[in-house]
């Protein structure tokens, strides 16, 4: 219908402007008197005509004085000689005028008989052509609807694993792949075979995609990406069809890679929806299936996917055949934070104060995305304090922003909110100093970021990747340290502490249910999730055990929450000196940085 439409405008379009030439045509430039034989016969007998021109009954006159142009008519039937003398215009008069005589043009005479009555029907014939021209259009998209969606990546995309900074094992396990493409003689003269796929599995933001193009600009071969969700369509079977279609795309550029972004969106678990097995998600991963290891198996192009939730994918697509390396991708570690950020750091003018490897000890569990959304923003921050280079603080309040949100400068406090909310961070903050196997305090502030009033930032001084039974119970006191604050110094209860709450709660479950750190119940866990997917969520978790184990649970949890009030109650009782220090500073300064609150905590 929109197609139609255009096309009708096109036609009116065309009409208007043949109207526009035609009424040109048929209308002279200037604008010529029209007069009548009498007065024509009345001008030539006072001697002021120079000249009359005779195109059939058309009579075109030329005045002598200045030139200037009439027209008139005169009978079809008669001469002009015999129609002026009718008129009484005397014959000396009229041998002085300067008689022509022309004969109407044959194309003017056709145009101007026949194109009035011909135009229509060229306007009618002209939009018929549009609209069968639309149509043959429309049939030919039929075709090209399961075309491949895949793109080959150029040359100015071009990435090394110079670009890629940390993911050292990750680089190693891909550098076979690259020798694979570069000299794949070497490996088939021994009795190897090509690895048929490759796995990236790892959190968003480790450097998936980035990897998978390092590996196509080491091996130099062309390098197709598509995702996940551009093989699937809402018409049946298009999905496998442009399976089909990307597959013999790539084998034409052989040796070549095949990378498949967010594998998951069609590599899901069979059988594992609502529907039946003539789904279409489930019929285009078929197509994968029989691609990578089916009977055709001459081929030398590798399949690169990249997936976060490795454990919901097909166990057919993870078998040996198909998808033989899976290389993992971590976090980065403090080393390489710093390597990552030096690299993002590159176009940007660094004040001398700046010290990455600082950066990287504040950001524990920052993705690669995070850290360039850090540099990104600190940059931007610095602009808009209309300085030259970036400074320290500008990456400092930069991590902030990215973990907790920009400041909410115009969320302001009454005087007893604010007390509140410095007792509170007091608390968190004390509580944190006090107990053992906690991280140490970095800042203290009572300015709204996010959608929290304030916040405590305490982080490792070191990569941890065990933690112990201490640290959490430590963890759970923290947690409550700023509801206990309020109820020991205002003998009131909040709801500013309801997400405090709420994170303890879900800790101390998950100390019971999945890490086996009750006392009581023992070395278990409890709970299975199952994957059952509809709209894309998970909606069911089964579960193993009986109601008197989830009543045993339920006490054990209330158990290891009570204690650690009663720790944190302990901690804030007998530092009262020092909760009152932290809290009148925060309310004079509403910060406190790592250092001034080590020499608070000294001095108190």
């Not at 590996?215 to 969700?229: D, L, N, R, T, Y």
């Not at 998808?323 to 976090?331: G, M, N």
């Not at 320290?392 to 930069?398: C, R």
Request: hydrophobic share 40%; no cysteine; proline share 4%.
């Amino acid at each position: 219908m929109k197609a139609f439409g255009k096309n009708l405008l096109y036609a009116v379009l065309i009409f208007l402007f043949i109207s526009a030439a035609f009424s040109l045509f048929r209308s002279p430039a200037e604008q010529i008197t029209e007069v009548t034989l009498s007065q024509l016969a009345t001008q030539i007998n006072d001697d002021k005509v120079a000249e009359v021109t005779v195109e059939g009954s058309d009579l075109s006159v030329v005045l002598k004085e200045g030139s200037v142009k009439e027209k008139a008519k005169k009978e079809s039937e008669a001469s002009l000689t015999e129609s002026l003398k009718n008129y009484g215009v005397d014959a000396e008069k009229l041998r002085a005028v300067s008689i022509k005589v022309q004969e109407p043009s044959g194309a003017a005479f056709w145009a101007q008989m026949i194109l009035p009555f011909l135009l229509p029907f060229v306007l009618i014939g002209v939009l018929i052509w549009f609209m069968f021209r639309q149509a043959q259009r429309g049939s030919m998209q039929a075709f090209s609807f399961i075309k491949t969606k895949a793109k080959m990546a150029g040359p100015g995309e071009k990435v090394t694993f110079a670009d890629v900074a940390g993911l050292k094992e990750a680089k190693e396990e891909l550098k076979e792949v690259v020798d694979f493409l570069r000299n794949p003689k070497k490996f088939l003269d021994i009795g190897a075979k090509i690895p048929r796929g490759v796995l990236l599995m790892g959190p968003p933001g480790t450097g998936k995609t980035l990897l998978a193009r390092a590996v196509s600009g080491e091996a130099g071969v062309p390098f197709f990406h598509i995702s996940g969700s551009e093989f699937v369509e809402m018409f049946v079977g298009v999905g496998a069809a442009r399976v089909r279609d990307t597959f013999q795309t790539a084998k034409k550029s052989a040796p070549a890679i095949l990378f498949i972004d967010e594998l998951d969106a069609i590599g899901r678990h069979r059988g594992a929806g609502l529907g039946g097995g003539h789904d279409e998600r489930e019929q285009t991963l078929n197509q994968i299936l029989v691609e990578m290891d089916g009977f055709d198996r001459d081929t030398n192009v590798i399949v690169m996917a990249a997936t976060n939730r490795p454990d919901i994918l097909d166990p057919a697509l993870l078998r040996p055949g198909r998808f033989d390396r899976r290389v993992v991708l971590d976090e980065p570690d403090i080393n390489d934070r710093e390597h990552v950020l030096k690299i993002h750091a590159k176009g940007k003018p660094l004040a001398p104060d700046v010290n990455l490897r600082r950066v990287a000890e504040r950001t524990p569990g920052f993705s690669g995305a995070d850290l360039a959304n850090a540099m990104n923003e600190a940059a931007i921050l610095a602009a808009r304090k209309d300085k030259t280079v970036i400074f320290q603080d500008d990456l400092l309040e930069s991590i902030e922003k990215v973990m907790l949100g920009p400041e909410r400068k115009s969320h302001i406090l009454s005087p007893k909110e604010k007390e509140i909310t410095a007792y509170h961070e007091a608390g968190h903050a004390l509580v944190t100093h006090m107990l053992p196997g906690t991280d140490p305090v970095h800042k203290v502030s009572i300015i709204s970021r996010g959608r929290a009033g304030g916040y405590t930032l305490k982080l490792p001084s070191e990569d941890r990747h065990l933690h112990t039974r201490t640290q959490f119970v430590s963890d759970l006191s923290v947690i409550l340290g700023g509801y206990t604050a309020e109820q020991i110094v205002f003998k009131e209860l909040t709801t500013g502490a309801s997400n405090d709450l709420q994170k303890a709660t879900e800790l101390a479950r998950r100390l019971v249910t999945q890490f086996g750190m009750s006392e009581k119940l023992g070395p278990m866990t409890f709970g299975h999730k199952e994957e059952m997917i509809f709209l894309g969520k998970e909606i069911h978790e089964s579960r193993n055990y009986s109601e008197a184990t989830a009543f045993e649970i339920d006490k054990e949890v209330q158990r290891l929450i009570a204690n650690a009030h009663v720790v944190a109650q302990k901690v804030i009782k007998a530092n009262r000196a020092k909760l009152e220090t932290i809290a009148k500073r925060l309310m004079e300064k509403e910060t406190i940085e790592k250092e001034e609150f080590e020499v608070l905590m000294k001095g108190a």
